[in-house]
Every structure is written in structure tokens, then in C-alpha cells.
């Protein structure tokens, strides 16, 4: 089983549509969650820590289930900029850099 | 600007030459990373400095020598390179984990350095 898994899509949405992806984790130990997006040809860039209570940012929320091992980022009323790359980082906090990324998920929102 | 500055942006080389990429950050961090990132695959973490220490070198081939002459500044020395090298380089940098910092363990990424070996 892959470490951080992603659907790496594309997940082509209308404009105004909620959207939500997925990713699961297979190490039962990993301590902090990420969404980065990252723009095409562009560096990642963080999104939104998530915490165990979950998260609301504006129009972004992240979830976490650590019984089933997978944090959710769900979008709504999305908009043509949130065209983009999503990808799950999942730190384990062992050593200095226990962080593992994902495949990433492409978002495209279609006008 | 993220703060952590990667120059050359881009660069094409062959495979006998000698080039290095650079990383520069302004951010006080006090731990820097050479992530690549080839199409359709995740971010590949190769190397790890803490405090100017190397700590991790992920089994990468030799033919990439990093250089971290002190905790603001990051090389990739690059030589005799192959053409499935080609890819995203991305240099990241953050607060070492463990200090009790809020967002200790964010990474914040220069733009990248695109390469393609010839």
C-alpha cells in the first residue's frame, strides 16, 4: 500500500459546485496533515493545515478520520482559480523530515 | 515571493556538463530540502539539511552533490546527468520540527528550477 494515496483525477467541475477528494495514509503514526496547492508550473503552496477537529478556511474545509486514515478537503461554491493541483502531505514527526507527499489531485473548474 | 529564491529558473544542459542550481532563503529557517518532481509522480524527497548538517540523502546517485554552506543558502551540483533527470527541482526550507513552534513543520517552497538533460 502506497504511503499517501490520491484519486489524481482530473476531477472536472462547474464553477459554483461543491467538490470534495480524499486521501488516505498508511502509517497509523503520522501526527500532522496538510493540503498544498500547487498552480501549473508553479512551486506548492501550503493550503491549510488539518487538525483533529477539523477546519474551516472561507470556502475550504479539511477533515480528518484517523479510524479510517484519510483527510478529506471539501470546496465550495468553487471558483475558476481554484484550478489546481491538491496535494496531500503527511508527516510522520519522526526523524527531520517524516513528511510524504502525495500524487496530488488536479482540480479543474469548468466555467 | 515565498521567500526562498531558486535561481537558475531554468536550465538545459547535456549530459557532460557541470552546472549548479541555488537556493536562497530569507525566512530564518533553519532546515532546507531538495525535493524533485518528475510528471505523474509525487515529490521525491533527496536531500536534508539541519543547521547546515546534511541529515537525510535519500539514496540519490552521485552524479547530484548538495552544498549547504550555511543555513540560509542550498546547492545542486549537478554533473554527467542523464536525460530521465530532467524534471522540477524545488528547493523548500522550514523551522526544524520539535520546537514547539505553531507551523513548525511547514514547508515553504522557492519556484523551482526546471531542468532537461539533453
Known amino acids: 500500500r502506497k504511503e499517501v494515496e490520491q484519486d489524481p483525477g482530473p476531477f472536472n467541475v462547474p464553477e459554483g459546485a461543491t467538490v470534495a477528494f480524499n486521501c488516505t495514509y498508511s502509517?497509523?503514526?503520522?501526527?500532522?496533515f496538510f493540503w498544498y496547492r500547487q498552480d501549473c508550473r508553479k512551486e506548492p503552496k501550503l493550503l491549510m493545515s488539518?487538525?483533529?477537529s477539523g477546519n474551516e478556511d472561507g470556502r475550504f474545509t479539511a477533515q480528518l478520520n484517523r479510524a479510517s486514515q484519510y483527510i478529506s478537503l471539501l470546496i465550495r461554491d468553487s471558483k475558476l482559480s481554484d484550478s489546481a493541483t491538491y496535494l496531500c502531505?503527511?508527516?510522520?514527526?519522526?526523524?527531520?523530515?517524516?513528511?510524504?507527499f502525495g500524487k496530488g489531485t488536479h482540480l479543474i473548474i469548468q466555467p | 515571493e515565498t521567500g526562498v529564491t531558486q535561481t537558475p529558473r531554468h536550465l538545459v544542459m547535456g549530459m557532460t556538463n557541470k552546472k549548479s542550481l541555488k537556493c536562497e532563503q530569507h525566512l530564518g529557517h533553519n532546515a532546507m530540502y531538495w525535493y524533485k518532481q518528475s510528471a505523474k509522480k509525487p515529490l521525491e524527497l533527496m536531500f536534508v539539511?539541519?543547521?547546515?548538517?546534511?541529515?537525510e540523502n535519500n539514496s540519490v546517485p552521485s552524479r547530484f552533490s548538495p552544498e549547504c554552506p550555511n543555513s540560509s543558502h542550498l546547492f545542486l551540483h549537478l554533473h554527467t546527468l542523464q536525460p530521465e533527470d530532467s524534471a522540477l527541482y524545488l528547493c523548500a526550507s522550514r523551522m526544524k520540527p520539535g520546537q514547539g513552534l505553531a507551523g513548525a513543520n511547514v514547508l515553504t517552497f522557492g519556484a523551482g528550477s526546471r531542468l532537461t538533460v539533453l
Open positions: 488539518v487538525y483533529s
Open positions: 502509517n497509523s503514526a503520522s501526527q500532522s
Open positions: 502531505v503527511v508527516s510522520s514527526g519522526g526523524g527531520a523530515d517524516g513528511l510524504t
Open positions: 539539511y539541519n543547521f547546515k548538517e546534511q541529515t
